[in-house]
């Protein structure tokens, strides 16, 4: 029995037929769409830290590449039997380049994550076979396309394009970025050689002995950071020379990234340069570094930043423009008026993008620090300061905040948690609830800079930076006489550091009636800040971490049981919790930490409950008593401190890669401490002495030498 097979089919001709007249049209046009949308909007994912701008924007870059290769694909397989369907063909031939171009993407954006970058191998096959299918389309419309000569143009753009893509995600690979930066293999100094000779004199009784002698600084290394250097007060300096600088140290340590190490002399034009300047003008010049680490490692700007990436936009400015007035002046009787208005929208949508491109080359970070003439810099800055593209907006300016206490007195009913971790939503859905964020303010800023300012003048060798760097918390409480009271909290692993100190500042917090001081502001925010990172950025914290994730997740279920036997409920359900961020009432968590400041405390929890569980929630409620117990007009401050050398030693002990992470993501506050501590000398990134020295053989008193060069 013979079946209809078009009868079984659920889909109706009608629309069958508008999609098979549509689809391709829609697509190109959507591609395009999603072009502009990434070029305009897409440098906001280092200004912002929202979650859900980070994922538009993510979905955007993910469904730009799919959209113009199922386009293209589409051309491939395209078939019309229409009278004029040479000259449709000719048309299809003609938009099949613009696809490319497309897959190529903006400037703006190669890589959403640094994993992106890792797949450049991927990136180089898709533009093989993608040109393949481009040249498939332009050949089969041969010999009788009347558009070749468009075509060809549009051709080599989208090439461009599609190959500064490519070689921009080739060369922020973390092998090929470290490979780039690595000298040439150094032998050391002709040991052999200069040992014949010592020995040669000394057979011949020559009373000869070997003196090394430090190679003095050449002439380059003297000049190479006066622009830095030159400036000795704490006056804010102009703000073209705070992008030169920014750039030649972003030049000189754009290596910490992979983990390489600096000589001492890098050390000590870094620490010269920041001790002598004010705290907005190092967190700018902080700033304007990370966004040319961020445009490296996320951008084209190290492929078009160059004389060949200027020619290449030329050329490929040049043959968009041409394209357009070649098409302009073809012909187009016979082709509908609807592909020949898609066709000038792909020509002024690419000549658009193409602009805009243009102005954010010239208007960026990059033309400033390379340009020479001075008047020409600042007419290009304040031309970048007028168009928002100002200093406060390279990074977020914000730090995100996470509290133990209140999101225990607001978990979602573990039903509801278990269903949203089953599809994956439980992490998207905490950072949405949870998570708020707090401005980092001027005076915090201030207060970052001067106690590390304070630091780097100690640290004048190698040893004391690095003793410094390994404080956290002990390095303030053994310069005070708590630390007999206060010094356990600081000599457990940090997770539990951390921990202890984050729900004591909670409770001090809440429990002593005092004064808005911004110690104690400082103290909360930091507290909050910290744990955040602990919980929901594991990958930056997990080389210091330990088990922090572990103890959290105790430390909450101690936290919700004691609250759930006061008749607080925390588990109890409220929808809109699940879907908006709700700022949790501060009257429920003082309520709470007055309640956890009244249980007797006196016998350790180790000794009542034994160490299956890692929870530290009322060793924490000891060391509140024990910060309750100190005087006023000291405690805030000693906690401000201790927080500050918490957050001091993760920045310097966490992976370097992890710091790049977050440049795509509104930044972290972590990542400027990091870079700061090491322009301040504060780190184990220094470890060589000297360059090259030269090794003198000395005979008698006489420095007659025979020397080599190390």
Known sequence: MRHNTTSLNPIPKNIQKLWDVWDLRMFILSSLLLQILLILFSSLRKRSANKWIILLIWSAYLLADWVAAFALGLIANSKNDTPNSTKYKDLLAFWAPFLLLHLGGPDTITAFALEDNELWIRHLLGLLFQLFAAAYIFLQSLPYNKLWLPTLFMFLAGLIKYAERTRALYLASMNIFK???????????????LMAEYQSMHEANLPAKIKMMKEPETYIDLVNF????????????DDTKMVQSAYEFFQTFKGLIVDLIFSFHDRNKSRDFFLQRNTEDAFTVIAIELNFMYEVLYTKAVVIHSWFGYFLHLICSSSILIAFLLFFSYKKEGLQYFDIAVTYLLLFGAMILDSVALFMLICSDWTIALVKNPTLKSIIYRTLTKVSFSNASRWSGSVSQLNLIAFCLSRRPKP???????????????ETQYKYSRSVTPLLKEYIFSELKAKSE????????????????????????????LGWSVEVEYDESLLLWHIATEIVYHTCEEE??????????????????????????????????????????????????????????????????LKLETKKSKVACDKLIKVNTVIKPVEVKGDRSKSVLFDAVRLAKDLRGLKKEKRWKIMSQVWLELLCFAASHCRAHSHAQPLSKGGELITFVW???????????????????????????YDTSISQSM
């Open 416 to 430: 509801v948690d278990r269903f949203l971790d089953y599809w994956g939503l439980k992490d998207f859905l905490n």
């Open 516 to 581: 808005n001081s911004t110690d104690r502001q400082f103290s909360k925010l930091l507290s909050d800040y910290m744990l955040y990172l602990l919980v929901m950025q594991p990958t930056m914290m997990s080389a210091i971490s330990g088990i922090g994730q572990i103890r959290y997740r105790d430390t909450c279920a101690e936290a919700e049981k004691f609250f759930s036997g006061l008749g607080f409920h925390p588990n109890k359900f409220n929808p809109l919790r699940i879907l908006f961020q």
């Open 675 to 701: 870079l700061l501590m090491t322009h301040l000398g504060l780190g184990e990134q220094f470890r060589i002495e000297a360059g090259h020295a030269r090794a003198k053989i000395i005979i008698g008193k």
């Open 179 to 193: 490979d780039s930066m690595l000298k040439e293999p150094d032998a050391g100094p002709n040991y052999a050689k």
């Open 458 to 485: 100690v640290a004048k060798d190698a040893n004391t930076a690095r003793e410094i760097c390994s404080f956290r918390g002990d390095g303030v409480l053994g310069k005070s006489i708590y630390y007999k009271l």
């Open 226 to 237: 006066k622009s830095t250097t030159e400036e000795t007060t704490d006056e804010k300096i």
